[in-house]
């Protein structure tokens, strides 16, 4: 799979209010920024932190919070290699046992 890359620029030079708008509309909880996304003062051009969600950030957030982390069962995993091995060898052997049938056939 390849990166996905994300970018929105968000330029408000006039807006004349005819009606009543939360005071929240043009916060940028409201504009569903995603997670990690740089934000920045272009009036003194300057990153000013990352979304997190909530708030900005002065670093990236971890986006695995909350996400639980498998276990590794070590003796399914050991068992698994042994096979793995076991089928490995058989083949070579049989392979091996092939070829040299092959060869006796053409012997005189």
Request: a positive charge; proline letters at 5%; glycine letters at 4%.
């Amino acid at each position: 799979m390849g990166e996905v890359f994300f970018d929105r620029e968000v330029n408000i030079t006039l807006f004349k209010k005819t009606s009543s708008f939360p005071n929240n509309f043009f916060s940028l909880k409201q504009m569903n920024l995603p997670l990690n996304i740089p934000v920045s003062d272009l009036r003194i051009m300057k990153r000013v932190g990352y979304w997190d969600g909530e708030k900005l950030s002065p670093t990236l957030v971890s986006t695995l919070e909350g996400t639980k982390i498998p276990s590794v069962n070590f003796s399914i995993l050991c068992i698994l290699l042994i096979v793995s091995g076991i089928i490995l060898v058989s083949i070579s052997i049989i392979m091996k046992f092939r070829e040299k049938k092959k060869y006796e056939k053409f012997s005189y």
